[in-house]
């Protein structure tokens, strides 16, 4: 299916930083992915080992909890990039010109201050974690099998610091956008029409074909 929104592209600096992050952006949703594709097979595996052979996998719980920070998080900046994320598109839709430029700059404004702070905040706690004169780097690990925690809690300040300068990009094409007067900036979600929705799903269709 397709999105519902667009992202226009050109030869700007804003636009150029655009698509130099949207690689980083896609490579971390395909890691996301993966672990959801990874636990898929490790939940077979436990129930298949403990439905024949009475021999769950030990610590799948543990693995659950190691790679939910991936699942749950590492692929956020990609979706707000493209703003398929949840949006109140009734809303939005309803605003044109300079007004709808002003309501969606102070949007990314505010969760971009939102996001520094949990940064900061996630940091912390990954730093509370980590400790390389303690065996595997760890002050602490999980129940079962002792896997390290720091990994699962580096992810999220990584992850929130690419979606930063996500937000960052945006602030930009918003700012711009509104002191401009642009119809249709670069570098930001653009909605899309019912009919451009569905002309955009024909493509993809025809492409699959």
């Given at each position: 299916?397709?999105?519902?929104?667009?992202?226009?592209?050109?030869?700007?600096?804003?636009?150029?930083?655009d698509r130099m992050?949207?690689?980083?952006?896609?490579?971390?949703a395909?890691l996301?992915?993966?672990?959801v594709?990874?636990?898929?097979?490790?939940?077979?595996?436990?129930?298949?080992?403990?439905?024949?052979?009475?021999?769950p996998?030990?610590?799948?719980?543990?693995?659950?909890?190691?790679?939910?920070?991936?699942?749950?998080?590492?692929?956020?900046?990609?979706?707000?990039r493209?703003?398929?994320?949840?949006?109140?598109?009734?809303?939005?839709?309803?605003?044109?010109?300079?007004?709808?430029?002003?309501?969606?700059?102070?949007?990314?404004?505010?969760?971009?201050?939102?996001?520094?702070g949990?940064?900061?905040?996630?940091?912390?706690?990954?730093d509370?974690?980590?400790?390389?004169?303690?065996?595997?780097c760890?002050?602490d690990?999980?129940?079962?099998?002792?896997?390290?925690?720091?990994p699962?809690?580096l992810?999220?300040?990584?992850?929130?610091?690419?979606?930063?300068?996500?937000?960052?990009l945006?602030?930009?094409?918003?700012?711009?956008?509104?002191?401009?007067?642009?119809?249709?900036?670069?570098?930001v979600?653009?909605?899309?029409?019912?009919?451009?929705?569905?002309?955009?799903?024909?493509?993809?269709m025809?492409?699959?074909?």
């Open positions: 299916m397709a999105g519902s929104a667009a992202v226009l592209e050109d030869s700007s600096l804003l636009s150029k930083l992050l949207l690689p980083i952006e896609r490579f971390c395909l996301s992915g993966l672990a594709f990874s636990l898929m097979f490790l939940a077979a595996y436990s129930v298949t080992g403990r439905k024949f052979f009475a021999s996998l030990l610590g799948y719980v543990d693995y659950i909890e190691a790679a939910m920070p991936i699942i749950a998080i590492f692929g956020v900046s990609y979706v707000a493209d703003g398929t994320h949840i949006r109140m598109d009734m809303l939005v839709n309803a605003l044109k010109g300079r007004t709808l430029w002003f309501f969606e700059l102070v949007s990314a404004l505010l969760m971009l201050l939102l996001i520094v949990l940064t900061y905040g996630a940091w912390e706690h990954f509370r974690s980590f400790d390389c004169s303690r065996p595997f760890s002050r690990s999980s129940i079962d099998i002792s896997l390290p925690i720091w699962s809690k992810v999220v300040p990584v992850a929130f610091s690419i979606l930063a300068l996500r937000l960052l945006q602030v930009w094409g918003y700012g711009r956008a509104l002191v401009l007067g642009l119809e249709s900036p670069v570098a979600p653009l909605s899309l029409t019912i009919e451009q929705q569905a002309l955009a799903e024909a493509k993809i025809e492409g699959d074909s």
